[in-house]
């Protein structure tokens, strides 16, 4: 399905997964390190997930915010979303990730804000580029 892109923006990296990947204007720049649990050596710096994760929380609460009108539900100020991102084998062969997001919206009803996450999720770029190729889990605390 086409895409009417209105923003670009690129990235970088070397070393793969224990190197650094860094945005063509330089507002991302991060050092990457295996994790201990993946074989590295762990320590200070970030990976493929952990981006994932911050783009994902960041996302879902954009469209949660683009959503709210529409849903009738206004996002708090002091909303968040929360990714965790898992990284395992899968049966199949190869790799994959799962996503479990978790919302917050204080003094939201809580089938309000459970309707407004589902809504905001059909509309998240993050979730369409995933639906159907990652185990995703919804959550309102």
Known sequence: MPVDVIYKTKAAATGGRDGSARSEDGSVDVKLVVPKEMGGPGGEGANPEKLFAAGSSACVLGAMKA????????VPADATVTAEVGFGPRSEGGYGITVDLTASLPGVERADAERLVHAAHQVCPYSTATRGNVDVGLTVA
Not at 67 to 74: A, D, L, Y
């Open 67 to 74: 959503v709210s009108g529409k849903e009738g539900v206004r």
